[in-house]
């Protein structure tokens, strides 16, 4: 079973950048995909951003296109998501998800594509 364990969360002033990493305990998605979700309160989880490990395709949630960047290192079996330009409407737990599968780009931000997630990690946007 892939453990996920995510860091970085934390307060952040509007406008603030935050870094959010996800270390997975094995290799089993190296020909798949990781990415980030996150959940607001009261609200359903949503797609943020994702990376296929091979090929190192993206895809980004229009929301966070050209503020979040998704980054990985091989080495250490780690995905990064570099948050720019926060606001408030970013306010929420993010998740990491690995999929052992490689998706199509289009279905990369649809959660049925991930087969494991993180506890996740909470990011707080105050104004």
């Known amino acids: 079973q892939v453990q996920l364990v995510e860091s970085g969360g934390g307060l952040v002033q509007a406008g603030g950048s935050l870094r959010l990493s996800c270390t997975a305990s094995?290799?089993?998605?190296?020909?798949?995909?990781m990415g980030w979700f996150r959940q607001a309160p009261g609200k359903e989880r949503e797609f943020v951003a994702a990376?296929?490990?091979?090929?190192?395709?993206?895809n980004y949630a229009n929301s966070v296109n050209g503020r979040f960047t998704i980054s990985k290192d091989n080495a250490k079996n780690t995905v990064y998501l570099q948050m720019n330009s926060l606001q408030q409407e970013d306010t929420a737990v993010y998740y990491c998800a690995a999929g052992i599968k490689r998706p199509i780009i289009t279905a990369m931000p649809l959660q049925l594509s991930y087969d494991h997630w993180g506890q996740g990690t909470q990011v707080t946007v105050s104004s």
């Open positions: 990376i296929r490990w091979r090929e190192s395709n993206t």
């Open positions: 094995d290799r089993t998605f190296s020909n798949g995909v």
